[in-house]
């Protein structure tokens, strides 16, 4: 059974839901569609516009998801779900489409989809994020692996961090097998269901509902887990209660877009700067908006490009306020500004600047350092075990940021 996607009009609520049962060569999955379907429902009736696949293939669930990152806007609440087989090679996951098949781990890994490259994609176009995963999360291909293949396609998906404000929700803990359920609805979706609308419930307080009754329905063998930055609450029922939106700065009358100020400040060598403009799209715009509010429709007061240094300033939920080097202050969305330590605007890039800029990429992605420096300069505390460089999840837009890093490297002649 295919069902193509249903989308409903909302206007700042997007949703991708998918789920899996009928797979062509793998084991089928009672409950995957009907969880997908029963979540569809509950998240249009809290006005989410709802993009819906249901039995999909690879190539259909491509097609979807660029409907969805072409309809997301920088304001959007953005949801993702997923029912239905998971699998892990190494530190990457993948969700199954019904079409999946193969006995090798690169035959496997072109018949999937890499769970993070959607997550990537999202993040990048939604200020704020929820992804919930109620994968099968046993390991469908196992059996059928050329050696030594088995051991490394493990159980359960690997532990996934998301970016700023993004919300990662997994039917069960890492590298643990999930529950299909017995009824209509599997273990976790059916906790979510019966919480969902609850408009006194943030996402953390709403996980912490479903993760009790999880415990419970299966006797303390699945226990849902999570991964968050946000930096606001989340609710996904319309708010109410003392689970409230963002607030947003009272909005100015409409004024001519001014593209930079007639006479900027003098650089001052005194300035402490802290953040830089980092991961934008080198295909897309190539600027990120210094803006006179905390919304799109905000004066825009000058387009800042890859690496322009800041001044952090404070913070509205995921707008920066911030001062650039020549004393221009206003706001920025936070998702395209990292932090690379403090440098006086007196100081001349070095090396060693752009070292720690370079590697900050990769530890926002995982990456467990393994030299002394790269352990001294970042806390492997929270890192993924085994992660290469190589096949660290840069999104493209990062990894054509740090091609730049070490081009200027190379013309500086750094060692």
Known sequence: MVSLPVVLSAKDRVALVLGNSDYAHLGYLPNAAQDAQDVSDALRALEFEVFEGIDLTRKQIGRLVLRVMSRLDEDDLALFYYAG???QFGSQN?????DASGTTEEKVQKSAIRLQSIIEDIEQR???NVVIMDACRDNPFAQGLDEPLQSMAATGLAELKGGLSTFIAFATEPGMAASDGAGRNSPFTGALLRYINDADKDVHELMRKVRIDVVEATNSAQTPWESSSLLKKICLARPGGHCAQPVSLPTPAPQPEVTAPAQPQPQRPDLVLT???SGLDPNGDGFLALRAGTYTGAVRLAKMTE????????QDGVWFHVRTETG???WAHSNWIRFTGAQTAAAQTTCEALWQQRNAYFHRRGYCFQSARGQA???NQNCIPGFSAANVPLSSAERAA???IKAQERAMGCP
Request: glycine share 12%; hydrophobic share 45%.
């Open 94 to 98: 993948y969700i199954l489409p019904v």
């Open 377 to 379: 300069a970042f806390s």
């Open 85 to 87: 087989h998971g699998i």
């Open 275 to 277: 953040h830089v403009v």
């Open 307 to 314: 690496g322009t240094r800041l001044q952090f300033l404070g």
């Open 402 to 404: 740090v091609s730049q």
């Open 126 to 128: 939604a200020s704020r």
């Open 328 to 330: 221009l202050e206003g």
